[in-house]
Structures are given as C-alpha cells and as structure tokens.
C-alpha cells in the first residue's frame, strides 16, 4: 500500500459559515483552523494547502469566558522608543471585532510559508448577514 500524497491539481475547496456567537472564542478558532488547514479532509497533505474557506458571521457578538473581556490584552508597538500600546479584548470588539477573531486564528495556524494564504480565505463578518451566497456555503454546526 502506498501513501497518498495530494496534487495541486487536485485541490477542491468549500465554503463553510460559522456564526462566532454559537461558540467562545478560543474553540471559534480551532474549528475556524481546522477548515483552513484542510485537516478534516481524506486528502490532507501538510505540504500542500487544501484548506477551505470560512466565512465567520456576528463578530460583535464573540464569547469569551472568565475575565478575559478585561483582562485579555492585544499590543502592537510603533516601532518608536515607548511606543508599545495596549487594549484590552472589550475594547478590540469595540472597534473592530474581526481583529479579535484573526488573532486567534492566526495564532492556531503552523508558522510556515502557507499561513498567510491561509488567512485569505478567512472572511469575518459584524453582522449575521454575509455576501458570499452565491458560493452555496454549509453550515458548521
């Protein structure tokens, strides 16, 4: 018997939704990578980006548990001396909820040179509406 190994020709991808109020945030991602990554599929090959598209709906609406609205911290630095920001996870939401989800996504992802293709397919959406209809997405339940 010999071991599989997948073709670029041969990648078929899917869309998926998933509404990111079902679930808290950390479990939002591991299922959200999953798809990105291919991993659910028969013909998964690490070399190889076979993942899917996700399409996440009402990331206003994102559940965290414990302390995590207020003690949960997101830094980026300006590159300048004391110039190191930081706000906490309510006030992420507030201003854009999709930063959130795309951190934690990101951060479930292998550090390799696939990862930013990966992203792309990722699409985050406030609201429960969504403008990919016409890709026939199924739902993750």
Known sequence: MKTYSQKAREINREWWVIDASTLPLGKLA????????????????????NGDYVIVTNAKNIIVTGNKMTDKKYYRHSGYPGGLKEL???????KDPSRAITA????????????????????????????????NPKEIK
């Open 30 to 49: 591991v299922v959200i990578a999953d798809k990105l990554i291919g991993k659910s599929k028969v013909t998964y090959t690490p070399h190889i980006d």
């Open 104 to 135: 934690a996504v990101k951060g479930m992802l292998p550090k390799n040179k696939l990862a930013a293709e990966r992203m792309k397919r990722l699409r985050i959406f406030d609201g429960a509406e969504h403008t990919h209809a016409t890709q």
């Open 88 to 94: 906490r996870l309510e006030e992420v939401i507030e």
